[in-house]
């Protein structure tokens, strides 16, 4: 239901979020108050500052809001950072009004390290040269770089909120407190990475992908009020973060950050001689290249040539994700289901925002992997079946789509216990 937004004095220099959700934006520096409660970069941080004088009302002792665009980063299509839509709505995170901050590392601050070392890092992976980053490595950076901490704590705090409901509204107000700290830190650096500090970028960046993922979790009742907003915030940050470090992705194999690329890409998933590895051991269902092939068969006759391209890569790309699953056994890795939205098409992410049925369609497909791993992973729970439910209702009148979308509703709507 759409609602009347207030009335407020128009500001041209509000953050590029604020503007997007057509939100009044305090223009607080270095990142205003929708932007902080959120857990989001802020705009307002990077760029050059835009004066005007004639609609400037603050006092002078607040900092000038600053509404700029970093220089082009290239991804692999148009997507760059300053168009990721992360801002989540409020709505969906419940209150996370910020505690005063400490005048320095509290006891609750070290109770958070100290779980997040002997209980979340363990959580977060299923194989032990990865637990080993997330415990180890990451930390390390960590303690060099008070931002990376932040973000550990953010993350510890969630995980805290799940294991101990009694506490929910503390650990997840000390969650978004936290977050808001390691981004005032990440910010500035996003759009600088170099051979210097490529590290700690990476180790924030990777912990705010997690950040993001764990809307539903953060989420008032722990439901994903906004299922296609929020997918698409998930996906534009995956591209945006991947866009920014893809100048130094040939490091990270040859650092202690290694298993994150070995962890996820396990075989060749280009390789000609085994296009369908064996399911036996996997969590995959057992037609699963059977209903990708159909989904595909359906495209390639009935979509107009210059779309038809983009979403047979998708599916290929969809295709990817099934073999490394089935490679992987029971080990998977988030990371298996994770690349798919950096790697599609700019246009398959305008569809979906455009409700088209056949972006719709795929969406569905991909929602069963992403419900594989709502089986092995808490931070990753909650997102299948709203997502689901709410193509099922948009395709509704689309009689045409109703055989194609039987398979992924029938994997997901199923409740299937935990593996």
């Not at 603050?58 to 665009?69: F, H, L, N």
């Not at 280009?270 to 359906?298: F, G, T, W």
């Not at 038809?308 to 890569?313: N, S, T, V």
Request: hydrophobic residues 40%; charged residues 20%; proline residues 8%.
């Amino acid at each position: 239901m759409l609602t009347s937004r207030r009335s407020h004095t128009k500001s041209r220099k509000g953050c590029k979020d604020c503007k997007r959700r057509k939100v009044k934006c305090d223009e607080t520096y270095p990142s205003c108050f929708h932007c902080t409660r959120q857990g989001i970069p802020c705009s307002l941080a990077g760029g050059n500052a835009l004066t005007d004088v004639s609609s400037d009302t603050r006092t002078p002792k607040e900092p000038p809001s600053v509404v700029g665009s970093p220089a082009s980063v290239t991804a692999t299509s148009t997507t760059d950072f300053i168009h990721l839509d992360i801002a989540l709505d409020p709505r969906l995170t419940g209150p996370v009004a910020a505690p005063s901050p400490p005048p320095g590392w509290n006891s609750r601050d070290l109770e958070l390290m100290h779980h997040f070392t002997i209980s979340t890092c363990d959580t977060l992976t299923s194989r032990e040269d990865m637990r080993h980053v997330w415990r180890v490595t990451v930390p390390q950076e960590g303690y060099k770089h008070s931002y990376v901490m932040h973000g550990m704590l953010a993350v510890a705090a969630v995980h805290k909120a799940q294991l101990v409901p009694s506490e929910r509204q503390m650990y997840i107000t000390l969650a978004a407190y936290h977050q808001s700290l390691g981004l005032e830190g990440f910010t500035p650096l996003m759009f600088d990475v170099n051979r210097d500090n490529w590290k700690p970028i990476f180790s924030f960046a990777s912990i705010v992908v997690l950040y993001v993922y764990l809307l539903p979790a953060r989420s008032e009742n722990q439901r994903l009020l906004t299922p296609f907003p929020s997918i698409l915030e998930l996906f534009s940050f995956v591209r945006g973060i991947q866009s920014i470090m893809q100048k130094f992705v040939n490091y990270i194999p040859r650092t202690s950050f290694a298993p994150i690329i070995w962890s996820v890409w396990i075989t060749d998933v280009d390789d000609p001689m085994n296009p369908h590895p064996p399911l036996e051991n996997s969590c995959l269902p057992r037609d699963v290249y059977q209903a990708l092939k159909r989904l595909e068969s359906a495209f390639d006759g009935g979509m107009r040539a210059d779309f038809r391209d983009d979403y047979l890569k998708a599916i290929n790309e969809l295709m990817k994700v099934t073999r490394l699953l089935a490679h992987a056994g029971v080990s998977v890795e988030s990371g298996m289901v994770m690349f798919w939205p950096y790697v599609i098409p700019e246009r398959i992410m305008l569809d979906i925002e455009a409700l088209n049925p056949h972006a719709l369609l795929l969406l569905s497909y991909y929602c069963v992997f992403l419900n594989i791993l709502e089986g092995r992973y808490w931070y990753s729970r909650g997102w299948a079946k709203p997502l689901m439910a709410e193509i099922d209702l948009q395709l509704s009148h689309h009689r045409e789509l109703a055989e194609l979308l039987k398979w992924p509703k029938e994997q997901i709507m199923v409740d299937r216990a935990p593996m």
